[in-house]
């Protein structure tokens, strides 16, 4: 069964920094994405970016390039989503979500992990 947990949420003020986290276990999938996204209150879910099985090529967003950054720990099967310069804006609840980038592959998603940004 694949599970996905997120850690790292915290509350922080505009301009600081936090890490968070995306465990993965349970899957032995060969091609698939492994990306990140945020809900804010009274908001549509949107993408943060993506890191990809394939060649670990990475994609943000354009509301948060030059600020995050995607990495991955390979042998622990983590994921990682540094935020730097964090903006009131970014609170939302972060979520990871895993894709198989294959013809009716399946796709996962956990639980979420509150970021909140304060002035």
């Known amino acids: 069964q694949v599970q996905l947990v997120e850690s790292g949420g915290d509350w922080v003020q505009s301009g600081g920094s936090l890490r968070l986290s995306c465990a993965v276990s349970g899957f032995s999938l060969r091609w698939y994405t492994v990306g990140w996204f945020r809900q804010a209150p009274g908001k549509e879910r949107e993408g943060v970016g993506c890191i990809s099985s394939a060649d670990g090529s990475i994609y943000y967003e354009d509301s948060v390039k030059g600020r995050f950054t995607i990495s991955r720990d390979r042998a622990k099967n983590t994921v990682f989503l540094q935020m730097n310069s964090l903006k009131v804006e970014d609170t939302a609840v972060y979520y990871c979500?895993?894709?198989?980038?294959?013809?009716?592959?399946?796709?996962?998603w956990g639980r979420g992990t509150q970021v909140t940004v304060s002035s």
């Open positions: 979500n895993l894709r198989e980038t294959v013809p009716g592959g399946d796709e996962y």
